[in-house]
């Protein structure tokens, strides 16, 4: 067994679910396979119906117990826990990289990235304040608390599998609710390995619980459960609208984070270089599998040619093969179904007129690859220019002007990430103002930070935005406060 397997919780000799502070072994297991090699990396649990409702009831049970503690204390189970992600860094990013197919590099920075975004949270758990309100009796006072919204289903994607779940269950727990995750059948190890350090760390059995299996079976049976008071979900605009349509016949809150089709959009620069480095950034990593990824590139005319040749060099200059391999910059798709869709992709661009700017080259033969491409004269009618790929593929629209720029950029029913790159501070201003996206980034790529709030709109999201102090108004709710002394008798 490789040294990274045995942080897989496991029962009986397999991989097993946690529910209640247990390993719970299943009765059906399905094999997870490495992308890079097609190996199998270990066979997952399959939770059916019941396990689902034995782990909302285990949350409900630990719900009364973890709110009750004060906020610090919480916030040290928090730390301890970050403590325990970085000592077993290296495990957790060959688990991450096994399972999901990313450069090794980038599992060690997503490690890191959890371990910041956990130690916020723990900061957080003290700082569930409310208000006081002057109220219309001079002897009354009013005020507003922050109870728990109360137990939690948080259902995660691959592309991030140590990040999604932790930037879900360390607000939830800092904010006193209870929680059971559903990760991702692509890459369901890295979220059982991380709940299975923080029950380490000393966090009571049950606050955190994991059911694994396909979407439409687990994932849907806990968005219908009715012990469950919000649902956090990441993953497609698709899957996300049917979340929110189930949970609002409960009235269940949502905090939705969803697909993109972030636009970088170049207007002027001292360096036409350097933005090539930003945008070639943020398009790649994670093989183009991310949801703020830039994935379109909006160029004015006289800059075109220029920024284009750029943006190819760099692309055909990044190596493609195994996350494992030391000097991969671009790792495998998570799956051959993920391959044939960023193909059709790109063949239906080039179909309708788009011009490769990058050079054809061979891949590794043996798994889901695909060399970066670069789209050139890419126009805004095209499914590439609207629909998110989730692969290395970068399209080029050419605009002449500002407003041109901001109609293309708002031409997708999106609204996450978008950058500009001026030496203009007025037409930064104005694109900031003028795209409907979540996030904006003036001249630098579409890297968020562990301290930020982080969200989308539009097709990109719904609910309270994720990480920094936004994050509490999802995970909890208001409870307001009329208080007055007796009457005097
Ligand atoms: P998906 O939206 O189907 O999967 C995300 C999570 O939702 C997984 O845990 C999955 O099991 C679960 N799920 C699926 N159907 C469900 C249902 N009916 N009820 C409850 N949970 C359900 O995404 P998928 O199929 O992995 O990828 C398809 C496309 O979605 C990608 O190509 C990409 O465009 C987009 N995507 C965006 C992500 C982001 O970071 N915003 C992450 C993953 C995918
Ligand atoms: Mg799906």
């Known amino acids: 067994m490789t040294d990274f397997l045995q942080l897989i919780p496991s029962a009986e000799g397999a991989p097993a679910l ?33 396990e689902v409702d034995r782990a909302v009831r285990a949350a409900g049970a630990a719900a009364t117990t973890w709110a009750g503690l004060p906020g610090r204390r919480r916030g040290a ?43 916020y949270a723990a900061g957080e758990a003290a700082r569930m304040t409310g208000q006081t309100i002057p109220g219309d009796l001079p002897e009354a006072l009013v005020v507003t608390e922050r109870i728990p919204l109360g137990i939690i289903a948080a259902i995660t994607p691959w592309n991030f599998p ?49 059911v ?13 459960h009715p012990g469950v008071d919000g649902i956090s979900f990441t993953g497609s605009t698709s899957v996300g609208r049917r979340i929110a349509e189930t949970a609002a016949r409960r009235l269940a809150p949502v905090q939705l984070e969803l697909g993109g089709k972030n636009a970088a959009y170049v207007h002027s620069a001292v360096d ?7 945008i070639v950034a943020a398009a790649m ?40 391999d030391p000097g991969t910059n671009v790792g ?13 992709h790109v063949q239906r661009g080039l179909a309708g007129g788009a011009i490769r700017a990058s050079a054809e080259r061979p891949v590794p033969p043996d798994g889901p690859y695909v060399a970066p491409v670069v789209l050139d004269h890419v126009t805004p009618d095209m499914a590439v220019a609207t629909e998110e790929i989730f692969g290395p593929v970068l399209s080029v629209l050419r605009v002449e002007g500002l407003d041109e720029a901001i109609a293309v950029v708002n ?42 709030p982080f969200g989308g709109v539009a097709g990109s999201g719904m609910g309270a935005f994720s990480i920094g102090d936004t994050a509490k108004e999802f995970f909890t709710r208001l409870r307001v406060g009329y208080l007055r002394a007796p009457a005097p008798a």
Not at 32 to 50: K, R
Not at 85 to 108: D, F, V, Y
Not at 272 to 278: K, P, S, T
Request: glycine share 10%.
């Open 18 to 50: 946690l529910i209640g502070g247990e390993a719970v072994p299943a009765t059906e297991y399905e094999d997870v396979t490495d992308p890079a090699t097609g190996a199998v990396v270990a066979a997952q649990p399959l939770a059916g119906n019941a």
């Open 77 to 119: 189970v928090l730390l301890r826990w970050a403590q325990l992600l970085r000592e077993n860094s290296e495990a957790l990013a060959r688990l991450a990289t096994a399972e999901m197919g990313k450069p090794l590099g980038e599992s060690r920075g997503e490690v890191e990235r959890a371990a910041s975004e956990i130690e």
């Open 162 to 210: 140590i990040v999604s779940p932790v930037r879900k269950i360390a607000p939830a727990l800092a904010a006193g609710d209870t929680v059971v995750v559903k990760p991702a059948e692509e890459a369901p190890f890295s979220a059982l390995a991380v709940v299975g350090l923080l029950e380490e760390a000393g966090c009571i059995p049950g606050a955190v619980n994991v």
């Open 212 to 224: 694994c299996g396909a979407g439409p079976m687990v994932g849907a049976a806990l968005v219908e």
């Open 272 to 278: 036409l270089g350097r933005v090539a480095d930003e």
């Open 285 to 324: 990593q994670c093989t183009g599998q991310r949801c703020t990824a830039i994935s379109r590139v909006v160029v004015e005319n006289d800059l075109a040619d220029e920024l284009v040749a750029a943006l190819a060099a760099r692309v055909d200059a990044l190596t493609v093969g195994p996350g494992t």
């Open 332 to 344: 495998p798709l998570v799956s051959m179904r993920q391959q044939h869709t960023v193909v059709d």
């Open 411 to 452: 031409g997708t029913e999106y609204g996450l990430a978008a950058s500009v790159f001026s030496t203009d501070m007025d037409v930064a201003l104005r694109f900031m103002r003028g795209v409907g996206s979540g996030m904006v980034h003036v001249n630098h790529g579409t890297a968020s930070e562990p301290h930020v």
